[in-house]
């Protein structure tokens, strides 16, 4: 991981982390990302808890330390504690994270590593236990987390720890 | 591939409106934005469709990349066809796909060198949406909504 910021950006001190970031240099793009981060935690049938599951997931396999330490309020607040975010590791099929919040783990590896090869099996299985939509949201959930957090590793600068935070939804 | 194509199968046309249509506001900017040239950004969708396998689709925009340069497109490195900075975005691309912390600073400066500190914001905000969707619609490609029925 690059140890120093690969992009001249001095940035501006708004508080928020979105416009204080690199982002702020593509102004036709950064308002969309906004929205559409505010969209997937708000507008879907998903509920904040399950989507920070696939956030951590992803944060873990992306290697993003921002990710990794970062906790959204509004998932804390639906009850995802950090007793259960210790079991989004590699033995999460043998802890006491509800099946639902098991499959999101294993469709967020899946995406993140084998996407053409997810098992029919396993596919029924999440429409057994997901709607339609919900496997949309998640789906595209999964998508921007993943293009961030790896948006996040590519520019570069990330140290190679960082505290855990929580933060609200960028406005 | 569209957002809409990529969840349609899920959700019907109408599923996830407001999810959609912000994501599809995204998809729009970033071939409409003046920091990378367009065509630079439908060549490294078509890579990265390459890379991913599976049946390649449009964009829904209106960008054509001539066939010869489609046809050749796997073997950019050695081909005068594609310019240095759509082989600094291509190479760059690559290696996102795969794994974006094995990105070097030299792949990174290659792109900023010919397109600016905006240019290689753009391509790596452009890589995430292309990449993920592509990996969507991977994932959900032979399904049909009245599977759900």
Request: proline share 4%.
């Amino acid at each position: 991981m690059a140890a120093q910021p690969r992009v001249r950006y001095t940035g501006s001190a708004t508080g928020n982390m979105l416009r204080d970031s690199a982002l702020a240099l593509v102004p036709e793009t950064l308002d969309h990302y906004v929205e559409l981060g505010r969209a997937l935690w708000q507008d879907g049938p998903l509920r904040p808890a399950e989507i920070e599951v696939a956030r951590l997931r992803n944060a873990q396999r992306v290697n993003c330390v921002f990710c990794r330490s970062a906790r959204y309020d509004i998932a804390v607040a639906d009850g995802l504690s950090e007793e259960r975010v210790d079991m989004i590791g590699d033995a999460y099929m043998d802890s006491d994270l509800s099946d639902r919040e098991k499959l999101i783990v294993a469709f967020t590896d899946y995406f993140l590593l084998d996407p053409a090869g997810m098992p029919q099996e396993f596919r029924e299985c999440l429409q057994r236990s997901f709607s339609g939509e919900e496997l949309a949201h998640l789906s595209l959930a999964v998508a921007y987390f993943s293009g961030f957090s790896r948006c996040a590793v590519a520019l570069g600068g990330m140290p190679d720890e960082l505290p855990r935070m929580q933060i609200s939804i960028p406005e | 591939m569209t957002v809409t194509e990529a969840i349609d199968p899920l959700c019907g046309p109408h599923g996830l409106r407001t999810v959609r249509e912000t994501f599809a506001r995204l998809y729009d900017a970033l071939y409409s934005q003046q920091h990378l040239p367009r065509e630079v950004v439908e060549l490294c969708r078509l890579r990265l469709a390459q890379l991913h396998g599976g049946a390649d689709e449009g964009t829904g925009q209106t960008i054509t990349i001539d066939a010869e340069r489609r046809a050749a497109l796997s073997g950019w490195p050695s081909d005068e066809r594609f310019s240095s900075g759509e082989k600094a975005c291509l190479g760059f691309a690559e290696v996102y796909a795969m794994d974006a912390g094995a990105l070097t600073d030299d792949q990174a400066e290659a792109v900023r060198a010919e397109y600016g500190d905006a240019g290689l914001v753009t391509l790596i905000e452009a890589l995430g949406v292309l990449d993920g969707l592509r990996r969507v619609s991977l994932l959900w490609s032979d399904v049909h909504l009245r599977e759900r029925d």
